[in-house]
């Protein structure tokens, strides 16, 4: 029995409480709405949320505890196991699933892991009826108990909104740890790279080549881990792409807000959001096969030197794929400043273009900087254009006809594949990790301040 059966059949359970409970506050008050404290479908949201809550809540629990409880007793099954190393548990645990799915079955296959496999199919297959027994029964139950509460004097809406405000806090409390657990994660792996790296070498250093020799007699992978070149290669695509993003997205927003009519504005709008849904890989294609050779005749054709893989081409491109963030969100921005604003600049004699640059933008101005925050956060996280279209060289450069490389790009690269975290080359892409958040967060103190500044000069 999966998971997501017994899901659907709680979600079936609750929503069936939901109109025992509505049918069972009317039947308790005789049909007569008046002598209930709350309206009818309080009390069937009560049964719902109380058959629903619960029992999904024990199925995230489960799925969880599960695997560390099977595998530690499938482990725990197998000879030697005291003695084994946290690399060789993984790997008995990798052939088990293995063996259990049918995969790498061979005549000289140990019994002991064949009979490892058995018994973790058969520890799941129990866990998965148990969980279903247990799930089932609790919506059962607290479907049974919470029927009998309904009684005419029951405050149910004050119940409904405490159980809706519990879930609201607990999601925010979620949300708050999940972020102290990734800074957490990051900081800890961080301090393990620069227990091996320098920090002034990382912080400061002008040469990135993270490649580290295997063996003692192995030459040419001492490595190098400045990280100077990954964020100049980041600034430097990142500024490319707003330079195009910002002004044409922007433009495009006050285009649409104030002078396209109705019926251009209803197409042009959702056709310039389509740009937001293409994926990005598509986008590296448009970039390497388009614009990166019409970049290089260019710059040719001023007698430069530019590479088949560039910084330009790669911030064109981005550039073109956030102006949908840029000029969606000014639009409703836009939009939102009050038209009273206009009709008194109207009625001083502004004209439309005056009511615009003097009125409009400047009340606008901090959701238009959140607009561009947003742009900025989605240039920086990019990956795929940047691979396809600027490459992997991690070049110190400030021209836009070299080939760079960003943070994001070697944060991938260096974590392709079957990877152990134990060496300063896999450890670096937290260490970078860690420093790009630092610098996102700088800019969104930044951005935070601009809004203040201006939301207190123009409310």
């Excluded at 409390?173 to 792996?189: H, K, R």
């Excluded at 273009?353 to 925050?373: D, K, M, N, Q, Y």
Aim: hydrophobic content about 55%; glycine content about 8%.
């Amino acid at each position: 029995m999966s998971a997501g059966i017994l899901f659907a059949l709680i979600l079936l359970v609750a929503f069936s409480g939901y109109f025992i409970g509505r049918g069972r506050s009317l039947s308790v008050a005789g049909g007569a709405m008046a002598d209930l404290h709350s309206l009818p479908s309080y009390y069937g949201l009560y049964i719902a949320l109380w058959v629903g809550v619960p029992g999904i809540f024990l199925i995230l629990v489960w799925l969880f505890l599960e695997p560390i409880i099977v595998e530690a007793m499938v482990l725990s099954g197998i000879p030697g196991y005291e003695t084994m190393t946290e690399p060789d548990r993984q790997l008995a645990l990798a052939t088990v699933r293995n063996l259990a799915g049918g995969i790498g079955i061979r005549e000289d296959t140990s019994a002991d892991l064949l009979a490892a496999a058995s018994r973790y199919t058969g520890l799941n297959n129990t866990s998965a009826w148990m969980m279903f027994a247990v799930g089932m029964s609790l919506a059962a139950g607290t479907l049974a108990v919470t029927f009998r509460h309904i009684v005419p004097q029951m405050r149910a809406r004050n119940r409904v909104e405490s159980i809706i405000r519990f879930l609201l806090v607990l999601c925010s409390v979620i949300a708050i740890l999940t972020t102290v657990g990734i800074v957490l994660s990051l900081l800890f792996e961080s301090l393990r790279f620069f227990a091996r790296v320098p920090p002034q070498e990382f912080l400061f250093g002008f040469q990135w080549s993270p490649q580290i020799a295997l063996r003692a007699d192995q030459a040419g992978a001492s490595g190098a881990f400045g990280m100077i070149p990954l964020f100049a290669g980041t600034l430097l695509i990142g500024a490319i792409a707003m330079l195009v993003a910002v002004p044409i997205g922007l433009t495009a927003a006050i285009y649409l807000a104030d002078y396209a009519p109705a019926r251009v504005r209803a197409i042009v709008k959702p056709v310039m959001e389509i740009l937001a849904g293409i994926p990005t890989v598509v986008y590296g294609f448009f970039a390497i096969l388009t614009v990166a050779p019409v970049v290089r005749d260019f710059g040719v054709m001023l007698g430069i030197d530019a590479s088949a893989n560039s910084a330009l081409a790669a911030g064109v491109v981005m550039g073109i794929m956030i102006v949908p963030f840029v000029s969606s969100l000014s639009d409703d921005v836009i939009n939102a400043v009050p038209q009273a604003m206009r009709d008194g600049s109207y009625g001083l004699g502004a004209t439309k273009s005056e009511t615009i640059r003097l009125v409009i933008l400047p009340a606008a101005i901090p959701g238009i900087v959140g607009a561009v925050l947003l742009a900025v956060s989605r240039a920086i996280g990019e990956t795929m254009i940047v691979v396809m279209a600027a490459g992997l060289a991690a070049n110190l450069t400030v021209n836009p006809f070299d080939a760079v490389t960003t943070v994001t790009v070697q944060i991938a690269t260096l974590l392709v594949g079957d990877q152990e975290f134990d060496s300063p080359k896999t450890l670096s892409v937290f260490a970078l990790g860690l420093v790009l958040f630092a610098v996102t967060l700088c800019l969104n103190v930044i951005a935070l301040r601009v809004v203040r500044k201006y939301r207190e000069k123009y409310e």
